[in-house]
């Protein structure tokens, strides 16, 4: 590797949308399944946690804690080894580390060592798998790219709903360290799907064509320039604001029916009934975001999701018995698909292919924060009150707030900007063309050959990345 990225996604490789994109498409719908369904199939191993280290359920719900921390927080790192290394290597290395901490953990004496290990560990190895499984889905589609996103981020609920029962078998039939270890063994999987992320290659160039391309300027490792960029800025307020309120519904509706008297695997079944429907919604949602009419207007497509999830939530704050929360745990998978087939397809429009590396990083970094505040703020109130009420209103309220802040932000203060190119490099190779063609009789004579060349190849070379208005909100 040393001081070259491998797979640095050149400017002008057109996007595949098909063929080997297929592959990255199954490795990234791996990827998400895991990153997001493990932090919670985890949880069913903490009854046998607690009998056997004598802590409380507060203690080992800290694992779940920093999986998702290390998931949300290690953004701007794996942007900074992405861009260094490349995708490929980068996931090789944290499948690796998600496999070995939940082995290293099954060895384990004390609960401290968990939260280094299936929780640090673990959670940094599968950081570093699924922020580039994106950034790889992202350069191989374009045209099809909001139905890719929407079938990867499917993974999320079907694993859940396989993990969940599988992690109740194991621990019956092996106990918590030999499921740990099992676990740890599937985990390697990353290590597959990282095998999957081929770079897409740049056309061949003349040798005329060469020196110029040696010239061309490094990628940063961290491009905080999208700062600059007010749809980005916009994006990343509206996205912390939401995950504050996002999560705390799933985390909650179980106990809500128990507390209203229902039992425990009655209870269960909300989850089950809302993982189905989320199933079905993400595809789907992929699929009505990729129609031609929608797609440009894909971020207030992001919008009414959010505001159709925090609506969802206020209602469901009314249900007083079993009935209403099945209703609720409907239309709330259908949001719920819709907001997370959506949010990183809207993340790529904004800041375009060349960005969206350093982009995602400091989103996730940002969400980060807002994760570790929600639940447990949600948590407190619902002691004070002792009311699930005032717990599912404050989750709407935060959600649809955050709704306004994305549609009519883009709506007031982004202006679009058709024709424009996505990158500095870009702007820079048409303005050397512009150049080319503008030069004395003398400048062209000895310059004939290469500018002839670099015309030619230009168009075919660039396909329809440049002028893409899509990637402008």
């Known amino acids: 590797m040393g001081a070259v990225v491998a797979d640095d996604g050149p400017s002008g490789v057109k996007a595949p949308d098909g063929g080997w994109g297929w592959a990255v498409l199954f490795g990234c719908f791996i990827i998400t399944g895991f990153s997001y369904a493990f932090p919670k199939a985890v949880s069913v191993f903490f009854k046998e946690l607690i009998q056997e280290f004598g802590i409380g359920y507060s203690d080992t719900a800290w694992i779940s804690s920093i999986l998702l921390a290390m998931l949300y927080g290690t953004g701007p790192l794996c942007s900074v080894c992405v861009n260094r290394f490349g995708c490929r290597p980068v996931m090789l290395v944290g499948g690796l580390f998600a496999s070995m901490g939940m082995v290293i953990a099954s060895f384990c004496t004390s609960i401290v060592q968990i939260y280094l290990t299936a929780g640090v560990i673990t959670g940094l190895g599968l950081a570093l798998n699924f922020q580039p499984s994106l950034i790889m889905l992202n350069r ?3 045209k099809r790219r909001p139905l890719a996103n929407g079938l ?4 999320s609920p079907v694993f859940l709903c396989a993990l969940s029962p599988l992690g109740q078998i194991l621990q019956h039939e ?30 061949k160039k003349s040798e005329a064509t060469k020196e110029p391309a040696e010239k061309k300027v490094k990628k940063k490792l961290l491009d905080f320039s ?9 994006y990343a307020l509206a996205a912390s604001i939401m995950v504050l309120g996002l999560f705390v519904p799933p985390v909650f509706v179980v106990s809500y029916a128990k507390d209203l008297g229902y039992q ?3 209870a269960a079944f909300l989850l089950t009934i809302l993982g189905f429907i989320d199933i079905f919604a993400r595809p789907i949602c992929g699929m009505v975001a990729g129609l031609k ?15 159709f999830n925090g609506f969802t939530d206020l209602m469901g704050s009314m249900s007083v018995d079993y009935g209403g929360l099945v209703v609720f745990c409907i239309f709330f998978g259908i949001s719920y698909g819709m907001v997370g087939a959506l949010q990183f397809e809207v993340l790529m429009a904004i800041v375009g292919t060349q960005k969206f590396s350093s982009a995602i990083g400091l989103v996730l970094l940002a969400e980060a ?21 005032f717990v599912f209103i404050i989750a709407g309220i935060e959600v649809t707030t955050s709704a306004l802040v994305l549609a009519l932000g883009n709506f007031f203060c ?30 062209a004579k000895v310059d004939s050959i290469e500018v002839e060349q670099f015309l030619k190849d230009e168009p075919e070379k660039n396909g329809e990345v440049v002028t893409n208005p899509e990637t402008c909100v």
């Open 264 to 266: 425990d695997t009655k």
């Open 369 to 389: 924060m807002a994760v570790l505040i929600g639940p447990p703020s949600a948590g407190k109130l619902l002691d004070a009150t002792g009311r699930y009420m």
């Open 140 to 142: 191989y589609f374009d």
């Open 174 to 203: 092996y106990g918590w360290r030999g499921g740990f270890l099992i676990l740890g063994g599937m985990l390697l999987n990353c290590c597959v799907c990282g095998a999957l992320m081929r770079p897409l290659e740049p056309p």
């Open 152 to 155: 990867s981020a499917a993974g």
């Open 226 to 234: 999208v700062f600059k960029d007010g749809g980005f800025v916009i």
């Open 414 to 443: 982004i202006k679009k900007k058709p024709e424009e190119p996505h990158t500095k490099e870009e702007a820079a190779e048409r303005e050397e063309l512009n150049k080319s063609e503008d030069k004395t009789p003398e400048d």
């Open 293 to 307: 009419w929608v797609r440009p207007r894909c971020v207030y497509l992001f919008s009414f999701a959010m505001i």
